[in-house]
T-cell receptor
Framework: NAGVTQTPKFQVLKTGQSMTLQCAQD?????MSWYRQDPGMGLRLIHY???????DQGEVPNGYNVSRSTTEDFPLRLLSAAPSQTSVYFC???????????FGQGTRLTVV | RKEVEQDPGPFNVPEGATVAFNCTYS??????FFWYRQDCRKEPKLLMS???SGNEDGRFTAQLNRASQYISLLIRDSKLSDSATYLC?????????FGQGTELSVKP
């Protein structure tokens, strides 16, 4: 019962470094999305995908890239990390945008 | 204006109390509505979907008023284990949008 798997769970980056947060789901869900959560801000949508080969921007896309080459995987790339990207990142998947979303356990990222 | 807005928290209530959370949304074309629960530093999980006719799941009752673009969650007979952050979630323009969450703390 893997569900949604996010890696890594914790990461410390130096300003200017790049990295990829991995997200994989084994439920054959078409809809996948990435959120960041900051204190008092709730979850804010970074990017989302309605299926393989299709991605779109959310509320806070700057500084992040995504791709969706397969149904299972939806990696999030930080191009040049900044302290403002210190946050908890969650990946989610669902059959469609209108059905229950299942979340990964989150990645706690600190940029110093 | 935020797309989804919730009551500011935190709510501190004694065990056995009834507590209500409110949420408003801005997109009149929104199709689906949910309440998620998030325990401290963990991933959100679905508590219940919200239907136009209103729906109940044990001690939890959710209501939707499309005309007023308003969603509510009522928790009866609060338990210590209900302590968490409750997130109002709405779909709109192909996106799943979260409110900022309302923290509930149930005390003995």
């Amino acid at each position: 019962n893997a569900g949604v798997t996010q890696t890594p769970k914790f990461q410390v980056l130096k300003t200017g470094q790049s990295m990829t947060l991995q997200c994989a789901q084994d439920m054959n869900h078409e809809y996948m999305s990435w959120y960041r959560q900051d204190p008092g801000m709730g979850l804010r949508l970074i990017h989302y995908s309605v299926g393989a080969g299709i991605t779109d921007q959310g509320e806070v896309p700057n500084g992040y890239n995504v791709s969706r080459s397969t149904t299972e995987d939806f990696p999030l790339r930080l191009l040049s990390a900044a302290p403002s990207q210190t946050s908890v990142y969650f990946c989610a998947s669902s059959e469609t945008v209108n059905t229950e979303a299942f979340f990964g356990q989150g990645t706690r990222l600190t940029v110093v | 204006r935020k797309e989804v807005e919730q009551d500011p928290g935190p709510f501190n209530v004694p065990e056995g109390a009834t507590v209500a959370f409110n949420c408003t949304y801005s997109n009149s074309a929104s199709q689906s509505f949910f309440w998620y629960r998030q325990d401290c530093r963990k991933e959100p999980k679905l508590l219940m979907s919200v239907y136009s006719s209103g729906n109940e799941d044990g001690r939890f009752t959710a209501q939707l008023n499309r005309a007023s673009q308003y969603i509510s969650l009522l928790i009866r007979d609060s338990k210590l284990s209900d302590s968490a952050t409750y997130l109002c979630v709405v779909t709109g323009w192909g996106k799943l949008i979260f409110g900022q969450g309302t923290e509930l703390s149930v005390k003995p």
